[in-house]
């Protein structure tokens, strides 16, 4: 069940109104764990399954942690164990099966057949296996009171809003909500509403009309330069309008059922470095990397070299968690790198140091660098990506030109409202309170209001003939 269809909008409708008519919090948090399953289990009723497997292991994990806590080691390697096997097996048995075989043939000149799994991956089994393991190990490290109520765990880890993908909420933040009573205001429903729109705009208008320049190019069996690289600008576009658009989705859903779920964006296109970028892009998947991965690696703590190191597994992690193919891994091992040179270019003498440079260099450096990965990111084939590199800009003619500037024209049209928000946003943040304390309700309704219809008519005249799933649903 996507966000973007009937279905999706009859069923959040059905649970808005019964939720709220429920006035007791055990009611409400009963409910929308039935809701919650049902919704996980829309298409493939069998991965309702893995995720509760994986909520008794963990619920159970962290209460041994506690209630034994001699053997607190060993109910931590069990939680740990079991949700990146059952990970392992259903999202990266396949890769690992078919790159043994292919080193196989390579060594000994035979033909060997991999043995693949035929299932399906379970949609999100990337998001809520972090979110439901950061919960035992923040338990283990005492950074969190155990909790006792198996629902309201598995409500924890099921919530629909945010299940399929992300933000990754983690356990103090989300599970405390769930434990205090829910009133419904009217003021939150109205942003969550607008929140909504501008999720739905940004998926249907800006990243789909993207989509269907990134289809163009990314079929084209020899694109020039000019033309490939007004394809990889367009899919910078789409990939941060479309997951951005869910995140908005997640967050005015879970809003009007009076949750707050984590910010996972911040205008990452204006960052300043590669460093900047991930404090700005996927935000929860940064902070669970950082604080579950390279701080127990022993993060900025060590000596530059072991520094260095703890980066690039960061993120050669980090790139396989987004998926099981080499051109993941690459793209993880590019923005390892980046950070790495960052980073030492940040230790050279003061008058060489990159925050010598005037900050729209820095931006536009960043903004170069970051779409040269998601290049590495858009395409799968290796060899492709290997004559992509390889392409020379001075072999192309006019018209090819005018054609790659088109495809960034045509993109730009589309995006200019995701390009101007940033300014919008900074504008509201510094002005909401007083507008809301100087002007009646009822002004900043109708303001609301407005903004709540021009995104609603630009949906309906402006979105895309053809649409798709949200990409991050893949991971």
């Known amino acids: 069940m996507i966000f973007h269809s009937l279905s999706y909008l009859v069923f959040f409708t059905a649970v808005f109104v019964l939720y709220w008519a429920l006035r007791?919090?055990?009611a409400q948090n009963w409910f929308l764990l039935a809701a919650s399953l049902a919704f996980y289990g829309w298409v493939e009723p069998w991965w309702l399954i893995l995720?509760?497997?994986?909520?008794?292991?963990?619920?159970n994990a962290a209460r041994l942690v506690v209630d034994r806590p001699e053997h607190r080691k060993r109910w931590l390697a069990l939680s740990l164990v079991t949700n990146f096997s059952i990970l392992a097996v259903y999202k990266y048995f396949n890769f690992f099966s078919a790159s043994f075989?292919?080193?196989v043939e390579k060594l000994t000149g035979h033909e060997a057949h991999p043995f693949l799994l035929q299932v399906m991956l379970p949609a999100g089994i990337s998001f809520y296996t972090f979110q439901s393991a950061s919960y035992v190990v923040d338990v283990y490290r005492r950074q969190m009171e155990v909790r006792r109520s198996l629902s309201e765990y598995i409500l924890?880890?099921?919530?629909?809003?945010?299940?399929?993908?992300?933000?990754?909420q983690r356990a103090h933040f989300l599970l405390s909500q769930i434990e205090m009573p829910r009133v419904f205001d009217a003021r939150v429903a109205r942003s969550a509403v607008v929140l909504v729109l501008w999720g739905f705009f940004k998926k249907l208008v800006i990243a789909d009309n993207a989509a269907m320049v990134v289809g163009k190019v990314f079929t084209l069996d020899n694109p020039s330069f000019p033309v490939l690289w007004g394809g990889v600008f367009a899919f910078g576009v789409q990939i941060f309008a479309d997951f951005s658009a869910y995140t908005d989705i997640a967050r005015g859903c879970s809003r009007l059922?009076?949750?707050e779920l984590c910010r996972n964006f911040d205008h990452p296109y204006l960052a300043e470095s590669p460093q900047d970028f991930w404090r700005r892009w996927h935000i929860s998947l940064s902070n669970w990397f950082r604080d579950y991965v390279y701080i127990p690696l022993g993060g900025s703590r060590c000596r530059l070299a072991?520094?260095?190191?703890n980066v690039m597994l960061t993120f050669l992690l980090s790139g396989l968690w987004h998926g099981a193919a080499w051109n993941y891994v690459m793209w993880g091992a590019w923005h390892g790198a980046l950070?790495?040179?960052w980073m030492l270019w940040s230790k050279a003498p003061e008058a060489f140091r990159p925050e010598r440079m005037p900050k729209v260099l820095r931006v536009a450096l960043t903004f170069i660098l970051i779409h040269i990965g998601w290049l590495m990111f858009r395409e799968q084939s290796v060899p492709h990506l290997w004559k992509h590199f390889t392409l020379n800009p001075f072999a192309a003619d006019a018209a090819q030109w005018r054609m790659g500037w088109f495809f960034v024209a045509q993109t730009l049209l589309y995006a200019f409202p995701l390009y101007l928000h940033p300014l919008l946003d900074r504008w509201l943040a510094r002005r909401t309170e007083a507008v809301e304390a100087h002007y009646p309700g009822w002004r900043w309704?109708?303001?609301?209001?407005?903004?709540?219809l021009v995104l609603y008519f630009g949906i309906i005249l402006l979105r895309s003939p053809a649409s798709s799933d949200f990409i991050y649903f893949q991971f």
């Open 257 to 259: 059922l009076g949750f």
């Open 101 to 103: 075989s292919s080193v």
């Open 24 to 26: 007791r919090r055990a």
């Open 445 to 452: 309704t109708v303001g609301l209001a407005a903004l709540g």
């Open 339 to 341: 950070l790495v040179v």
């Open 156 to 168: 924890f880890v099921s919530f629909f809003p945010h299940l399929v993908a992300g933000p990754i």
């Open 306 to 309: 072991m520094q260095c190191r």
């Open 51 to 59: 995720i509760l497997l994986t909520c008794v292991i963990d619920f």
